[in-house]
């Protein structure tokens, strides 16, 4: 049985004319440079996403915390925004790509399919920390 893919709702329209301008033989290689940003870019903003939670188990509330939450939380608005999709995910897949998702290269499929599961929660626990932080200091004040 194969796998329904999510539709994006915006990310498409911006893409996939994109993809029609890439040359036929140069779509592989367009496709393996475009994975290599798309996995750099995740694992950078799952990175943001610990920090930002770490930064909220210590309750350091400093410029890098407010550059790691600014960065999650928008990633985490693009991704809800477009369906559940990344928005380069539907470029690959028009250029000929099997999947265009970043986590089913490396990840295998039960722990790839949670992703947002395990990140969404971090977010979110991390922006409680962070407001019990802004709670405790502003009381002490």
């Known amino acids: 049985m194969q796998a329904v893919r999510r539709q994006p709702v915006w990310s498409g329209a911006l ?14 290689l367009a496709i393996t440079a475009i994975k290599a940003f798309h996995s750099a870019a995740f694992f950078s903003i799952a990175g ?11 309750g350091r509330q400093t410029r890098r ?8 939380i928008a990633e985490a608005a693009v991704y809800g925004s ?4 990344g928005p380069l995910t539907p470029l690959v897949e028009e250029m000929g790509a099997d999947s265009g998702s970043v986590t089913d290269i ?5 722990v790839s399919r949670r992703i947002p599961l ?3 929660s971090l977010l979110i626990l991390a922006i409680v920390l962070h407001g019990r932080t802004w709670l405790v200091r502003r009381s002490k004040d």
């Open 15 to 28: 893409t996939c004319p994109l993809a029609a301008r890439i040359p036929l033989g140069r779509r592989q």
């Open 48 to 58: 943001l996403i610990v920090l930002f939670t770490w930064d909220g188990l210590h």
């Open 65 to 72: 915390t407010a550059l790691a939450a600014g960065v999650a």
């Open 82 to 85: 477009t369906n559940q999709v």
């Open 106 to 110: 490396f990840l295998p499929d039960p």
């Open 118 to 120: 395990y990140s969404g």
